[in-house]
């Protein structure tokens, strides 16, 4: 342990600590990881749960037609984590679960450490199905993830006990993955005071060791479970029957658990913050904007170049607003560098040669409908005109859809399309098995971050965060962040159809056609016929958008707003 005695607690299914490491899928898990970087930085006494996902998110294979294949995600725990002595126990269905744990220290730049607790089931005292319960991130059906969430929730508050963590401050649950820690809190409190029943009032106090970050307005992102299958998996409670709890109609919402028993909740935008609040309108919801971490995620050349110009950059990230100071040239050959080497893993991983004089568009994230990757091939003779007129441009694509995710599957299939169609007028390359070190090679050789969800379902998004630190300006619409980094010609352009009305209607034919406008009126003529205002907006994007969409000033938020209140 470090040597605080009272750290906060951070669960979370899901976390990016190395690329090899696959216990993360997207955003959710990235976060996390940048979470803890900074906490380590920052010295702020973070303690991490996590699970164990020994098979991983699987590997992407991508035939010629676009068609995902799924390969088993299986890593080498041992050459990554270490084994700790300390156990714990969990009952599933009545019978007795043993968990294990792994350490992953991640260390900041003072040599501060965060160690991150990985639980496992994989030991030949469990059944044959328990001790599968940790494989698999985002596996199996509902029973299967509700069994990990018991693990996760119940079982890291009792690992962390084995662990030596009898006190701690705070509670931070990343999403409803984790809220039934909640429960196991309020055990021990009966326990401790030789009680086996809970009253409304047990909970008053439990409240105010709580944190709950919500991510998402997606209604596939709160999980629900079945009460009954509640009370098969974790035995009766009365807390299943409390009036305004969780479970309502035989339906049991861990994003309500979560809430009920918090005092600090907050969604991951100020957009974000509002929609959650009218989602959940019985609930007073801050709002703490993501963030990336900037060290992490800052191309080498673009490192040695902050280096030079802006010492203590990567230690205090508001001093990159210092970056309007850069010269334009030496902005330009860091770029450059960042691009060749993005180009260099198009020709290693899909045979395409694509040239660095083009103006390249980046689109990578998970493939969900609602991100709309097909947004830009709505009109492909369009597409195709506008390359003929106003400057050539060529697409790079990177994402997987989640095995179960039909309709994903299908709209990374239609983008496949679009590449056989357009060929050479509009070259596209999909580079398959999307993972963090793609994500930061990508995020910084692009010339534009397209972004195209479908208001107001991207809660934040944190890929555009890692463009705009490399000096990529967004192209976006407005919603998640985006809506706070977006100055007009300054940081970027929006995709709007009416001026920049953050809440208005949305079409998609609409919302193409003024991705073409701005595309070819704009964007393009920048690019090409006034370079030196295009790179005025990367130095902007850097100055304005790196300087605070980072972890560093998340976690200071976290930190005065909700874990030392």
Same mark, same amino acid.
């Given at each position: 342990?470090?040597?605080?005695?009272?750290?906060?607690?951070?669960?979370?299914?899901?976390?990016?600590?190395?690329?090899?490491?696959?216990?993360?899928?997207?955003?959710?898990?990235?976060?996390?990881?940048?979470?803890?970087?900074?906490?380590?930085?920052?010295?702020?006494?973070?303690?991490?749960?996590?699970? *164990?996902?020994?098979?991983?998110?699987?590997?992407?294979?991508?035939?010629?037609?676009?068609?995902?294949?799924?390969?088993?995600?299986?890593?080498?725990?041992?050459?990554?984590?270490?084994? +700790?002595?300390?156990?714990?126990?969990?009952?599933?269905?009545?019978?007795?679960?043993?968990?294990? $744990?792994?350490?992953?220290?991640?260390?900041?730049?003072?040599?501060?450490?965060?160690?991150?607790?990985?639980?496992?089931?994989?030991?030949?005292?469990?059944? #044959?199905?328990?001790?599968? *319960?940790?494989?698999?991130?985002?596996?199996?059906?509902? @029973?299967? =993830?509700?069994?990990?969430?018991?693990?996760?929730?119940?079982?890291?508050?009792?690992?962390?006990?084995?662990?030596?963590?009898?006190?701690? =401050?705070?509670? @931070?649950?990343?999403?409803?993955?984790?809220?039934?820690?909640?429960?196991?809190?309020?055990?021990?409190?009966?326990?401790?005071?030789?009680?086996?029943?809970? !009253?409304?009032?047990?909970?008053?106090?439990?409240?105010?060791?709580?944190?709950?970050?919500?991510?998402?307005?997606?209604?596939?992102?709160?999980?629900?479970?079945?009460?009954?299958?509640?009370?098969?998996?974790?035995?009766?409670?009365?807390?299943? !029957?409390?009036?305004?709890?969780?479970?309502?109609?035989?339906?049991?919402?861990?994003?309500?658990?979560?809430?009920?028993?918090?005092?600090?909740?907050?969604? $991951?935008?100020?957009? @974000?913050?509002?929609?959650?609040?009218?989602?959940?309108?019985?609930?007073?919801?801050?709002?703490?904007?993501?963030?990336? @971490?900037?060290?992490?995620?800052?191309?080498?050349?673009?490192?040695?170049?902050?280096?030079?110009?802006?010492?203590?950059?990567?230690?205090?990230?508001?001093? +990159?607003?210092?970056?309007?100071?850069?010269?334009?040239?030496?902005?330009?050959?860091?770029?450059? !560098?960042?691009?060749?080497?993005?180009?260099? +893993?198009?020709?290693?991983?899909?045979?395409?040669?694509?040239?660095?004089?083009?103006?390249?568009?980046?689109?990578?994230?998970?493939?969900?409908?609602?991100?709309?990757?097909?947004?830009?091939?709505?009109?492909?003779?369009?597409?195709?005109?506008?390359?003929?007129?106003?400057?050539?441009?060529?697409?790079?694509?990177?994402?997987?859809?989640?095995?179960?995710?039909?309709?994903?599957?299908?709209?990374?299939?239609?983008?496949?399309?679009?590449?056989? #169609?357009?060929?050479?007028?509009?070259?596209?390359?999909?580079?398959?098995?999307?993972?963090?070190?793609?994500?930061?090679?990508?995020?910084?050789?692009?010339?534009?971050?397209?972004?195209?969800?479908?208001?107001? *379902?991207?809660?934040?998004?944190?890929?555009?965060?890692?463009?705009?630190?490399?000096?990529?300006?967004?192209?976006?619409?407005?919603?998640?962040?985006?809506? #706070?980094?977006?100055?007009?010609?300054?940081?970027?352009?929006?995709?709007?159809?009416?001026?920049?009305?953050?809440?208005?209607?949305?079409?998609?034919?609409?919302?193409?056609?003024?991705?073409?406008?701005? +595309?070819?009126?704009?964007?393009?003529?920048?690019?090409?016929?006034?370079?030196?205002?295009?790179?005025?907006?990367?130095?902007?994007?850097?100055? *304005?958008?790196?300087?605070?969409?980072?972890?560093?000033?998340?976690?200071? #938020?976290? $930190?005065?707003?909700?874990?030392?209140?």
């Amino acid at each position: 342990m470090n040597d605080s005695p009272t750290p906060v607690a951070y669960f979370t299914m899901e976390i990016a600590l190395e690329p090899e490491i696959r216990t993360y899928s997207g955003g959710l898990g990235v976060l996390a990881g940048d979470t803890a970087r900074s906490a380590a930085d920052l010295r702020v006494p973070l303690v991490v749960v996590t699970l *164990l996902h020994r098979k991983g998110y699987f590997r992407q294979e991508i035939a010629k037609d676009g068609t995902q294949i799924e390969h088993d995600g299986t890593w080498p725990v041992e050459q990554h984590l270490q084994r +700790l002595d300390a156990t714990a126990q969990v009952e599933i269905e009545g019978r007795p679960v043993l968990l294990r $744990v792994w350490r992953y220290d991640v260390v900041g730049q003072g040599g501060f450490v965060v160690p991150v607790h990985l639980i496992d089931t994989s030991d030949k005292q469990n059944s #044959e199905y328990d001790q599968t *319960l940790t494989d698999y991130l985002y596996g199996g059906d509902k @029973h299967y =993830r509700l069994c990990q969430e018991a693990v996760l929730g119940i079982g890291g508050v009792r690992i962390l006990r084995a662990l030596g963590y009898n006190s701690v =401050r705070k509670y @931070h649950m990343n999403e409803g993955h984790a809220s039934l820690l909640t429960l196991e809190l309020l055990d021990e409190r009966l326990r401790a005071e030789g009680r086996t029943a809970a !009253e409304p009032d047990d909970i008053v106090p439990l409240r105010k060791m709580c944190v709950f970050t919500t991510h998402t307005p997606v209604e596939a992102g709160h999980d629900r479970f079945d009460q009954q299958a509640m009370e098969r998996v974790l035995g009766a409670r009365k807390e299943f !029957e409390m009036k305004d709890g969780f479970c309502s109609g035989g339906v049991c919402n861990m994003t309500y658990l979560g809430f009920n028993m918090s005092s600090f909740i907050n969604g $991951v935008a100020r957009k @974000h913050g509002e929609v959650s609040r009218e989602m959940f309108d019985n609930y007073s919801i801050d709002s703490i904007t993501n963030g990336i @971490h900037a060290a992490t995620f800052a191309s080498p050349s673009m490192k040695k170049l902050f280096d030079k110009y802006i010492p203590s950059w990567n230690s205090d990230n508001f001093r +990159l607003r210092y970056a309007m100071s850069i010269p334009h040239h030496e902005i330009w050959e860091a770029h450059l !560098e960042a691009k060749r080497r993005l180009l260099s +893993l198009v020709q290693e991983r899909c045979g395409q040669t694509l040239d660095e004089n083009v103006f390249t568009i980046g689109f990578a994230r998970r493939v969900a409908t609602y991100k709309r990757a097909d947004l830009i091939f709505n009109q492909l003779k369009r597409l195709r005109d506008i390359s003929k007129r106003s400057g050539k441009f060529q697409l790079i694509f990177a994402g997987k859809a989640h095995p179960a995710d039909v309709p994903g599957k299908e709209l990374m299939k239609r983008v496949f399309d679009a590449k056989r #169609e357009l060929g050479d007028d509009v070259p596209i390359a999909y580079i398959e098995d999307y993972d963090l070190e793609m994500g930061k090679i990508i995020t910084a050789g692009v010339d534009t971050w397209l972004n195209t969800p479908r208001p107001p *379902l991207e809660a934040s998004g944190t890929s555009g965060m890692k463009a705009a630190l490399n000096g990529v300006p967004s192209f976006s619409v407005l919603d998640g962040w985006w809506i #706070e980094g977006w100055i007009e010609g300054v940081t970027g352009w929006s995709i709007s159809t009416n001026g920049g009305s953050v809440d208005s209607d949305h079409d998609d034919v609409e919302e193409a056609q003024a991705l073409y406008r701005k +595309l070819e009126e704009v964007i393009l003529p920048c690019f090409y016929r006034e370079r030196v205002r295009f790179l005025d907006i990367m130095r902007h994007s850097i100055a *304005l958008n790196g300087s605070f969409f980072n972890t560093e000033r998340m976690m200071k #938020e976290y $930190v005065l707003k909700a874990y030392f209140t």
